[in-house]
């Protein structure tokens, strides 16, 4: 097994770590989660470099790129302390590419060209999160038209996006895997009004609730084919369930090394406290975590490229990485000890941002559900 | 216009391991293009896109010089194509030697306009190398460069001196070092790099440059550690916050921070 970058993969991080010294340094992070402001001028430096448009079709603008080395770069940019740094805008473009129209396609790359986030996924809602068939959202079309109405939560980043991609059902069809379809509506379109919510974590994203009242649009609103929304949105899943684990990876990393570098430094009893044992064998246990970690993220981006059926692996790496880069966190945080809540520690934002990924793209405990029923099923 | 561009695959410092007495080891550092030579490559970019022109990176030095990897990052960074002198004879040699070679290297590639290189290189940083190259073709060097523009056939160069910027009107061939910040390189993006392994790249033969014999050979006679600052802490008494400022104003300028 080759386990070296190839020169393409090592020239593109280190120019990705010239771009993150430059434009995205910790006081940039800190700012940003102080003052809960996304990090649209680092989205803007990304894009100018060429990095917004990796993994995009060469048709528009994009470059092909392997999921392996998109995978390195999330966790580079991760590993600088900044939360869902990377990969999420290919995800959002390729739900577009793949089923938009045209004018939708172009729509949604000029924003994401310009540093924004286009739209934020409106999927949850207060009565249906991992179990989707109880979604109440509405879609009624007629002549022409499609009205909906129902209430969104948890909605991440909608109060700086453009327009909301809307999972909404057909009340008209009973099979629920049947029913929703995906639709691309504004923001700021007459009778959609939305409620801010405020969490303890991921405060560079934003989160809301998102009312629906009667919302009118042209039947042009609906991406891909009505009735397939949910097949259309399980397609990118697999991959973003890979992104989110590369950034679980990344963030625990940062945890990990400025751990290490205060065990090394801070003095007690006379001597580091990274020369007792007790330390050691923390250190040394998160070590062994990122490296499972490693070796599950770029194990499962290496099976997507080579077209290996990935089957319950999107899952099983996504809960595994998830719950150790927190755990990872988790120690380096008592290894800080007090100084180590205090606002202003990098981290303090590192385990709250970790803790966010136990749930955020599908819970731990949806993805035994995933991985569980697979594993049953190859096995019967 | 012609531009050459003369950088150096150096270590990385950020893989330097400095020693309990202060030596700093590279011997364990992965190379890279030397971190002021980028702000070349743009100068020289930008100067062949305004004039139609043409970048040729230029590096020589040990045969480690010429890897797949240390063309491609080279390449990657706006070059048109590259020429190398890649021979284990130059390995450790000191700057009058390897401007000799660049020299050579530069009447072999022939009608230059402009040399480019950066203001030091990392490791050495002795800042000798652009001018003594300069020296060896019977040019005009220029250091301390912060921007450069055509004008016609000919160049307005900008020097960034301790007394202020001076502006000159420069006839070309001319050899230019620019300062560190004279302009914020493009970082190299998949495309870029991608493209770098698609570009020509000619390897010259040492043996087969005409290389100026040098008069003299420099020999080291000995090293020693930069002096450390002397560090004080001084106090002020905040209570009146304005006399503590003019206090604080006052020792700075004492000590000449001012």
Not at chain 1, 148 to 158: E, M, Y
Request: charged share 20%; net charge negative; aromatic share 6%.
């Amino acid at each position: 097994m080759d386990f070296g970058l190839t020169d393409e993969q090592q020239l593109l991080l280190e120019s990705m770590d010239e771009l993150l010294e430059r434009e995205c340094p910790e006081s940039y992070i800190a700012d940003l989660d102080l003052s809960h402001q996304p990090p649209t001028s680092f989205r803007k430096a990304l894009d100018a470099a060429g990095f917004g448009s990796l993994g995009f079709p060469e048709e528009y603008g994009g470059t092909p790129c392997d999921a392996v080395t998109l995978v390195l770069l999330a966790e580079r940019v991760c590993r600088q302390g900044l939360n869902n740094g990377f990969g999420l805008e290919l995800l959002q473009a390729m739900d577009i590419l793949e089923f938009g129209d045209e004018s939708q396609k172009q729509e949604i790359l000029g924003l994401l060209s310009a540093g924004e986030v286009p739209f934020a996924l409106g999927f949850t809602e207060p009565g249906a999160g991992s179990d989707n068939s109880a979604m109440t959202t509405s879609a009624v079309h007629h002549d022409g038209m499609v009205t909906f109405n129902g209430t969104k939560t948890l909605i991440t980043n909608a109060l700086q996006s453009k327009y909301l991609l809307l999972m909404a059902k057909d009340p008209g069809v009973e099979d629920p895997r049947k029913a929703i379809s995906m639709y691309l509506v504004p923001m700021d379109a007459p009778g959609v009004t939305t409620n801010r919510l405020e969490k303890i974590l991921w405060h560079i994203s934003d989160s809301c609730e998102i009312f629906l009242d009667d919302v009118t649009l042209p039947e042009s609103c609906l991406v891909g084919v009505k009735g397939n929304g949910f097949k259309q949105l399980m397609r990118n899943f697999e991959f973003e369930r890979l992104v989110i684990a590369a950034t679980c990876l990344g963030l625990a990393q940062c945890a990990f090394d400025d751990a290490a570098t205060y065990a090394a430094q801070r003095v007690q009893f006379g001597k580091p406290i990274g020369s007792f044992q007790l330390i050691q064998l923390k250190l040394t246990d998160m070590a062994i975590k990122l490296e499972n970690m490693r070796n599950f993220v770029y194990r499962t981006a290496w099976m997507l490229d080579n077209g290996v059926p990935l089957k319950s692996q999107g899952a099983l790496c996504k809960r595994y990485c998830a719950m150790a880069a927190f755990e990872v966190a988790d120690e380096a945080m008592q290894i800080f000890g007090g100084v180590g809540v205090t606002v202003g520690t990098r981290v303090s934002r590192l385990w709250r941002d970790l803790r966010g990924h136990r749930f955020g793209g599908g819970t731990d405990e949806i993805m035994v559900h995933i991985a569980g029923r697979q594993i049953v099923k190859d096995h019967s | 216009m012609k531009i050459v561009v003369a950088y150096k695959w150096a270590p990385n410092p950020q893989d330097a391991d400095v020693r309990p007495d202060g030596i700093v080891d590279l011997s364990r550092a992965k190379s890279a293009v030397s971190e002021y030579d980028p702000v070349a490559f743009e100068l020289a970019r930008r100067l062949a896109d305004a004039t139609s022109g043409e970048v040729i990176g230029l590096s020589v030095g040990a045969a480690s010089i010429d890897t797949s990897l240390a063309r491609k990052a080279a390449l990657s960074r706006g070059l048109d194509r590259l020429v190398l002198v890649a021979d284990d004879e130059l390995d450790g040699a000191d700057s009058t030697r390897l401007a000799g070679v660049l020299a050579a290297a530069v009447t072999a590639i022939g009608d230059v306009d402009v040399v480019l290189a950066g203001d030091s290189s990392i490791d050495v940083a002795e800042g000798q190398v652009p001018l003594t190259l300069a020296g060896h073709l019977g040019w005009l060097g220029l250091g301390r460069v912060s921007a450069v523009t055509a004008d016609g056939a000919a160049l307005v160069v900008e020097r960034d001196l301790p007394g202020g910027v001076s502006v000159l009107a420069v006839t070309t061939p001319v050899v230019l070092a620019a300062t560190a910040d004279a302009v914020v390189p493009k970082v190299a993006g998949m495309k870029d790099i991608l493209a770098a392994a698609k570009k020509p790249v000619e390897v010259l033969a040492l043996a087969d440059l005409a290389v100026p014999t040098a008069g003299t050979t420099l020999t080291t006679l000995a090293t020693a550690r930069p002096a450390g600052g002397v560090r004080q802490a001084v106090l002020f008494d905040a209570t009146d916050p304005a006399a503590a400022a003019s206090q604080l104003v006052g020792a700075l300028r004492q000590a000449g921070a001012l």
